[in-house]
């Protein structure tokens, strides 16, 4: 029979991952307490939030999928990315470039199980916002054409206006 604190940490973390876009499990044994509260700030200002729950429940509250009990081995976090399923863990990585002692062991994203590379590969794709600024970057890009193309000829006629009339004061 579950205990009852262990019923509400899995109803916590069902709740945690409905709402999340992707979740990453990483290991991180040998970091300090500064350094944990360090990266649970980065992840927090991206959009996200840091478990530390028993491997066990957290497969209980992910629906036991096929897979995840092989990437839920050692002492593991849950980041759960909230905003976008990529800022929170590009902010991972980030982290992770100055701090070695972490390492993504795995995630699950759409009910699909990943694996390291695929996190991996997750953390280079562009997030929501730099998107979104490419998105509006193209979109101006043929007005902006547009616009030149079409003040080039009341431009060109005030040019050869000019050069008339110069040309006529030079004449006069």
Same mark, same amino acid.
């Given at each position: 029979?579950?205990?009852?604190?262990?019923?509400?940490? $899995?109803?916590?973390?069902?709740?945690?991952?409905?709402?999340?876009?992707?979740?990453?499990?990483?290991?991180?044994?040998?970091?300090s307490v500064a350094q944990f509260t360090t990266l649970r700030q980065k992840?927090?200002?991206?959009?996200?939030?840091?478990?530390?729950?028993?491997?066990?429940?957290?497969?209980?509250?992910?629906?036991?999928?096929?897979?995840?009990?092989?990437?839920?081995?050692?002492?593991?976090?849950?980041?759960?990315?909230y905003e976008d399923a990529v800022s929170a863990v590009k902010a991972l990585?980030?982290?992770?470039?100055?701090?070695?002692?972490?390492?993504?062991?795995?995630?699950?994203?759409?009910?699909?199980?990943?694996?390291?590379?695929?996190?991996?590969?997750?953390?280079?794709?562009?997030?929501?916002?730099?998107?979104?600024?490419?998105?509006?970057?193209?979109?101006?890009?043929?007005?902006?054409?547009?616009?030149? $193309?079409?003040?080039?000829g009341p431009q060109k006629l005030v040019f050869a206006l000019q050069a008339?009339?110069?040309?006529?004061?030079?004449?006069?």
């Open positions: 029979m579950p205990s009852n604190k262990n019923v509400q940490v $899995v109803a916590d973390l069902t709740q945690k991952a409905g709402k999340a876009s992707s979740i990453v499990f990483a290991k991180y044994t040998g970091l992840i927090i200002a991206a959009g996200g939030e840091i478990v530390v729950a028993r491997n066990r429940l957290v497969n209980v509250a992910l629906g036991k999928p096929q897979g995840l009990i092989d990437v839920l081995e050692d002492q593991l976090f849950t980041l759960f990315s990585y980030e982290f992770m470039k100055d701090n070695e002692l972490v390492q993504v062991k795995g995630g699950y994203l759409e009910e699909k199980v990943l694996t390291a590379a695929e996190v991996d590969r997750l953390s280079k794709i562009p997030g929501r916002l730099e998107l979104l600024g490419t998105l509006v970057r193209n979109l101006q890009g043929p007005a902006y054409g547009l616009r030149t $193309v079409l003040n080039a008339v009339a110069k040309q006529k004061e030079n004449n006069a």
